[in-house]
């Protein structure tokens, strides 16, 4: 399986950008590098994805390096709601659609 | 729209013994995947349905199984309950499966105890 490696925490000031950054030097050609947050007792959820190019949506961006061996996931500005469990995951292109998370990164957002 | 719902919410067995969980996916929505989420193991891939058809399964033993009905919902089984299958089990449904369908609707899980 293709691995990501993520920090285990980062923390940030409200209303400021963060940046969470993910590796995934295994990452084939035809992965989808997907990010979903888990917000504390809650399953977690979808945030955004991407192939090649980079994405926006209105949750956040994803910033695809161009030899796709790492990806930043962007919020532009942090809000409290935002505190949670991020994860990177690599999701194979083809087949059933499965996510294996890895550890992710804790975000901690200071008022 | 109504999100993935689960049932029950909470669960305490006895080792041993067995239990179903229930899952009903969004409205319109065919596949439903089940993962399980542990402090030591973290988020792990149970299995996926679509169409009422495994489509794939996670690296668990034969105790754990699935089966999903006509109108999408799902269940899952869990056979000779050990201490160590104390988790919280999430379901989560996509419109389809495979290379179309990118976004998973997760519901807010079941937590089994295992006595």
């Known amino acids: 399986d293709a691995k990501t490696t993520q920090p285990n925490s980062m923390e940030s000031n409200e209303e400021e950008p963060v940046h969470l950054p993910c590796n995934h030097s295994?990452?084939?050609?035809?992965?989808?590098i997907h990010w979903y947050r888990q917000l504390p007792s809650q399953g977690p959820e979808y945030v955004i994805h991407g192939l090649t190019s980079n994405v926006n949506n209105r949750m956040a961006s994803l910033a695809i390096a161009e030899d796709r061996k790492s990806s930043t996931l962007i919020l532009h500005r942090a809000t409290l709601r935002d505190a949670a469990v991020y994860y990177c995951i690599l999701r194979i292109g083809a087949g059933s659609y499965q996510l294996t998370f890895g550890k992710g990164t804790k975000l901690s957002v200071i008022p | 729209k109504a999100g993935v719902t689960q049932t029950p919410r909470y669960l305490i067995k006895t080792r041993g013994q067995q239990v179903t969980l229930s899952c009903s996916p969004i409205?319109?929505?065919?596949?439903v995947s089940w993962y399980q989420q542990t402090p030591g193991q973290g988020l792990q891939f149970l299995f996926e349905y679509f169409s009422e058809t495994q489509r794939n399964k996670g690296n668990f033993p034969g105790r754990f199984s699935g089966r999903q009905f006509s109108n999408s919902r799902s269940e899952m089984n869990v056979s000779t309950l050990e201490l160590g299958d104390s988790a919280l089990y999430l379901c989560?449904?996509?419109?389809?499966?495979?290379?179309?369908?990118?976004?998973?609707?997760f519901g807010p899980g079941t937590r089994l105890t295992v006595t």
């Open positions: 989560a449904s996509s419109l389809t499966t495979g290379e179309l369908s990118y976004e998973q609707y």
């Open positions: 409205s319109g929505h065919r596949s």
């Open positions: 295994t990452i084939s050609g035809t992965d989808y």
